[in-house]
């Protein structure tokens, strides 16, 4: 790791070694490469902080020289060392602070890169089964969650671990014989945390689930408001939204309850134990039990409320702490996730002809009691467009998914120019790929951003051109130029307008392999036109699969094949089905 940076592509990723069943231990772990800035923050924290244990020695000097006449000379010296133990504050709480934000900061945005990194490792199937609401709670709440964790337990154990360090030397040297009495508040603060500990994770862990329920409500609620705007079904989101809102608070103030009577507990204990230093330091005095002067006593209840103080701050961190360990937890649901795609030592794909072949291909989803495909057979050579048709559920979309890698055979094999997929590094055969969905994808930003998603370096002259063979030049132009924002998600733009946005990022690519996903069954029929037209040049020369419900869009196909319940029940041209009389041409009757 960069000593004054993120993790680098060349470091150790997180997600090799990251347990989430050991959470102290792996944010130990998280923070191992931080160790010399946290032990320069930790010296920096011990003298800045030395003002709040020294004072109590210096005030009780003070006292007794006043109270025993000595020289006022005295006074001055004693005046002179508190000016500059104050005085030292200020530059070492900066040099604290810049070594503490600079660890923390780090581990922050390495968490995060590596969650992120993980996300588009994981497999397509995994991502469908997960919430986005969920996992951007993990990215950003967890992840904040473990940051604030760690500062605020560094902060509070170094006050209170170098309060009570400098207290309990300093008593010992000057009473010994009250130094047992201190030590009685660490079994007392020991059995408290110990008894809440179960409590407080259980807690915490439910509050955490009802959170990630909630984020993955708001996300599915945001993403649906034209609909639900579209058919008046406002209230009945806000109902679904409310139920889990009031999971949250009910989760939230069971674990704020928890937490309210473990600080209370705590305080009342020590309050206690405070007044009883106080007045059996003042009998020992008036008894003579113990040789104590007035600054003793004044020393010795400051201490004590020092030392309580500083106990209760360790105690007050275990909820904390159990939040951020249970982030910890949390965010192992993406780090060790084993559902990756597996790339690296496999294949690179430098160039690709574009020939796909299915050998006795067969696919089933976890969740189906029956294959989605089955002994699939079909030979598709470089350049030829092949159309896939059938009723819903016939596994046209599973055939395409393969073809893109996101789904590998069950059994069987894919080749792609006589190669064995399995045995292809993806990335780099995706390079060769284009795909066009029914809905594409586009993000906020320019035009020209969208359209060179991936390829920044390309002129705006080839970009232009992209876009005139893509049918997309003229609203360009109308809209302000390559330069012109087209709203998140492109909600400045038709569906019209954004298929042949994401065509013309598709002729950037120059692909050799183009996969087509309904690009055009939502559009009106003018749309249609200038897309299908803007799809026919995009299509020339390339092996190109079609799913389209309208026949109409794939006649001029090479070939058709048409399937039903996962298999391949007929193949051939528009003009050969028809006359076949098969499947195909009960279709086009239908339709």
């Not at 500062?151 to 309990?168: I, K, N, P, Y």
């Not at 230093?277 to 003579?288: H, P």
């Not at 998600?489 to 087509?516: C, D, K, T, Y």
């Amino acid at each position: 790791m960069r000593e004054n940076g993120p993790m680098t592509r060349e470091s150790a990723p997180i997600e090799d070694w990251y347990d989430g069943a050991y959470p102290a231990r792996t944010t130990a772990k998280l923070f191992s490469d931080q160790r010399w800035r946290l032990a320069g923050a930790a010296a920096a924290y011990a003298v800045k902080h030395s003002p709040v244990w020294l004072m109590p020695v210096l005030t009780a000097e003070v006292i007794d020289i006043v109270v025993e006449k000595r020289p006022l000379s005295q006074l001055w010296v004693v005046a002179a060392i508190m000016a500059v133990v104050i005085a030292q504050n200020l530059p070492l709480s900066v040099l604290y602070i810049r070594w503490l934000s600079q660890s923390v900061r780090t581990v922050e945005t390495n968490l995060r890169m590596s969650l992120a990194r993980r996300l588009q490792e994981l497999s397509i199937g995994y991502h469908r089964r997960m919430s986005a609401g969920v996992l951007q709670a993990k990215i950003v709440r967890d992840v904040e969650n473990v940051v604030e964790a760690s500062r605020q337990t560094f902060d509070s154990t170094m006050g209170a671990v170098s309060t009570l360090a400098g207290a309990l030397v300093l008593t010992a040297v000057r009473t010994p014989e009250f130094l047992p009495v201190f030590l009685v508040t660490v079994p007392i603060a020991a059995g408290l945390v110990f008894a809440t500990r179960r409590r407080m994770k259980d807690r915490n862990a439910a509050f955490r689930k009802q959170v990630e329920a909630m984020s993955a409500r708001v996300s599915e609620m945001t993403h649906l408001i034209p609909i639900t705007r579209a058919h008046a079904l406002e209230n009945r989101e806000l109902d679904r939204l409310d139920g889990t809102l009031v999971g949250v608070r009910d989760a939230g103030i069971r674990l704020d309850m928890l937490n309210g009577r473990f600080g209370a507990l705590a305080w009342i204990t020590f309050q206690l134990l405070s007044v009883a230093c106080l007045i059996g330091a003042a009998w020992a005095a008036y008894t003579g039990t113990f040789d104590l002067t007035p600054g003793d006593i004044v020393m010795l209840s400051s201490y004590f409320m020092q030392l309580t103080g500083s106990v209760t701050v360790l105690m007050n961190l275990a909820p904390v702490i159990t939040k951020g360990l249970e982030s910890v937890r949390s965010m192992a649901d993406v780090l060790s996730e084993e559902d990756i795609e597996h790339n690296d030592g496999k294949m690179s794909v430098p160039a690709v002809d574009g020939r796909v072949t299915f050998e006795q291909v067969a696919y089933q989803y976890d969740d189906a009691a029956a294959p989605a495909i089955s002994d699939l057979t079909l030979d598709v050579p470089a350049g030829e467009t092949i159309a896939l048709v059938g009723p819903s559920g016939s596994g046209k979309s599973t055939v395409l998914n393969m073809v893109i890698g996101f789904l590998r055979p069950t059994s069987g094999r894919i080749l792609v120019d006589g190669q064995d997929m399995a045995e292809l590094d993806l990335r780099s055969y995706r390079k060769h790929i284009a795909v066009v969905p029914q809905e594409s994808l586009l993000f906020e930003g320019s035009v020209r951003d969208n359209v060179t998603y991936g390829s920044k370096d390309l002129s705006d002259e080839v970009v232009l051109a992209a876009l005139s063979d893509a049918n997309a030049a003229g609203f360009v132009e109308e809209m302000g130029g390559l330069h012109a924002v087209i709203g998140e998600r492109g909600s400045r733009l038709s569906g019209g307008q954004r298929q042949r946005i994401a065509i013309a990022r598709a002729l950037i690519r120059n692909p050799r392999v183009l996969v087509l996903d309904e690009a055009t069954s939502a559009l009106d029929g003018t749309s249609e036109r200038l897309v299908q037209q803007a799809l026919e040049r995009l299509m020339a020369g390339r092996t190109t699969f079609v799913v389209a419900h309208r026949l109409s869009t794939i006649r001029g196909a090479d070939r058709i094949a048409v399937m039903e319940n996962g298999r391949i029940v007929e193949v051939g041209s528009h003009a050969e089905l028809v006359a076949s009389g098969g499947a195909y041409a009960a279709l086009s009757t239908s339709s």
